[in-house]
């Protein structure tokens, strides 16, 4: 026997064509704010096993039922933005120590070469 799948009316929820066509604000940037929240969801860890569209259809319930507005939307992506910053500083700053210490090598190493080119060359 196959189990049938639970349409959003049968679970209570409203529809999000409904939602959508319902609401009394401008629907081009409802959906603007949405595809940001989208970007928002996906970077989270809890959201990770769900597909695009799936992420894409719980932005846009989120913003169409209110539960989310567009000034904390702005603040989370902030501060994804200064997190991903401070990570390519962070990584700016170990290839530097790396260069730095490649060179650092490259200098010890010359005296040992010098003294094996000397050896080489005596006998």
Not at 6 to 27: F, H, S, Y
Not at 34 to 41: F, I, R, T
Not at 78 to 92: G, M, T
């Amino acid at each position: 026997m196959s189990k049938k799948k639970e349409t959003p009316a049968e679970n209570g929820a409203v529809p999000l064509e409904g939602l959508l066509l319902d609401t009394p604000r401008r629907r081009y940037p409802i959906v603007d704010i949405a595809v940001q929240w989208a970007h928002v969801l996906k970077r989270r860890q809890e959201n990770m096993h769900l597909k695009k569209n799936e992420i894409l259809e719980k932005a846009l319930a989120d913003v169409l039922s209110k539960k989310i507005d567009a000034d904390y939307i702005a603040k989370e992506i902030k501060a994804i933005e200064k997190e991903e910053e401070q990570a390519k500083e962070k990584d700016k700053e170990e290839a530097r120590a790396k260069l730095k210490l490649k060179t650092e090598d490259d200098e010890d190493e010359a005296p040992k070469k010098k003294e094996r080119e000397k050896a080489e060359s005596k006998k």
